[in-house]
């Protein structure tokens, strides 16, 4: 509800609803005013307003009185208030808002003293929060600067100092006031709008003998927009972190091997497997005719360290460093001198004796390659290695080749375990790896 907005009536009183095109006594609204009744109110901001706060009281103890204002709707009932800073024993302070039963915020009363405080400004870190457990739903920050004046200072410093620093402050007197305006000399149109509430003193001195304009004032309050932070999603929580793992088939029809055995390393040592001792992360045994494993025989013809596989600048890379050498598509890349990984290169340990150990890339995907053996133990085992801690997202996977590597599922390692992909549905579950892996 409004008054009457007639241009040619400024002194009619009467009161005119919001979207009535004329007064009760027949005066018609301009179309400004009734486009201005149909606008949508902008929605309240969120914000502290701190009052009470007196620059003038350097060295002793104060009192300033914190209020919400302008929360959403759906802000829960209590919010915590951390605040931070030099003023405050210990350097920090804590304080809660609750709603009221009519929906408002109680204020908050905070102490400080600037007691043996150097004059000059404080920083407040003010962050305000809603948890749920021991997990922040919400968050909102904001700055407070409060000023420590010299014990010498004049009224008119200090206000000219803290003016200077609130460029948005506004000057109001709080807590039971008294209002005063004094203008000693006339001059063009001037509107001033001064508020005196709740017990204090507002006064605004304007004298045009000087040129300069005082503003007095008991007590100093202004406003500090919350800026809220978004909170990121607390990640699922893998139900068995490992970074190495093995699934077993038990589909005895499906083309996968009976075990898939996944590593999520910085580097992959591969070396000959030991059931007491194994120095490779990555152990390997020859597989006799049958598709039996031989933990003796050709095995000892493995070094304990036979081959590096890493990451490159371009894809992945192998190293042999074994006593027995390794060939890659044929040939051996020499001791200690990297190998480039294709789709298709194939891997024989070692190169004095063939069929040791046969592997074939047979996938390379956002987060790592996958490994098959082409010898006797085909349908025994074959190798995901991913790295550590690196979610596909929506980086593109190449098509596999291969039959076996296209019935693979996409495996990578995130959150401390092991995870498999839907790329239709683009869900992850977690993988559990089978106990019994060694």
Known sequence: MKKCSHPEHPYCTQWVLPGERAC??????????????ELPGEPPRPLLHISGFDPRAAGGRQTIKVELRGMPEDAPAAITMELASALFPGGASRHAFERNLQGHWRPQFVEFSSRDKEHGQYRVEAELRCSHGTHVRRRWVCTLIILVPRSDASLSEIHQTFLATHKNVSVTADDGSIARVSAQAGGGRLDIGVTARNASIARLDLDARNGRVAVGFSSIAWDEDLIEIEIPEEPEKHPHPATAGEVSNHDASASLPRHIRMFALDEFVLGRFDPHDSAAAIPLAHFAGGGHRDEGGLTRRLSARHAVIRRSGNGFEIEDVSRYGLLVDGAWPGKHQPA???????????????????????????????????????????????????????????????????????????????????PAGGTQVAVIPDPAFA
Do not use: K, Y
């Open 340 to 422: 480039p990984l294709r789709l298709g290169t194939r891997i024989e340990m070692t190169a004095s004796v063939r069929g040791v150990v046969q592997l074939v890339v047979t996938a390379l995907l956002p987060t790592g390659l996958v490994l098959h053996r082409e010898d006797d133990g085909a349908q025994d085992e074959c190798f995901v290695l991913v790295d550590p801690e690196r979610h596909p997202g929506r980086e593109p996977v190449r098509p596999a080749m291969l039959p076996r590597a296209a019935a693979m599922p996409l495996l990578f390692h995130h959150n401390g375990g092991f995870w498999r992909l839907d």
């Open 24 to 37: 009760p006594s027949g005066h018609l609204q301009p179309a400004a005013a009734l486009a201005a009744d």
